[in-house]
């Protein structure tokens, strides 16, 4: 399927970009026909760092660069 393409893709990047970093996919029931990324920190807090809901047409828009997602870790974690 798409969204597990697109996950996995995601993953790897953020594993690849931070050394042990937790990553879970779909630790809850997902929202249908979205793709969201967040940051659970330490103190519990979330931080959005992708929502494809609200984008698209066409559907491509509604998944991330994996580069995108990294980015925004980066910048969340500053």
């Known amino acids: 399927r798409v969204y ?7 993953s790897e990047a953020l594993r690849g970009a931070i050394a042990h970093l ?6 809850r029931p997902p929202r249908r026909n ?11 807090s979330t ?13 491509k828009l509604k998944f991330p660069q994996p580069e995108t997602v ?6 969340s974690l500053a």
């Open 70 to 75: 990294v980015e925004a870790l980066k910048s």
């Open 22 to 27: 937790a990553v879970d996919i779909n630790p």
């Open 34 to 44: 979205s793709f969201e990324v967040s940051l659970v920190k330490e103190d519990g």
């Open 47 to 59: 931080v959005e760092l992708w929502s494809g809901i609200g984008k698209g047409p066409p559907r």
């Open 4 to 10: 597990g393409r697109y996950a996995a893709a995601v």
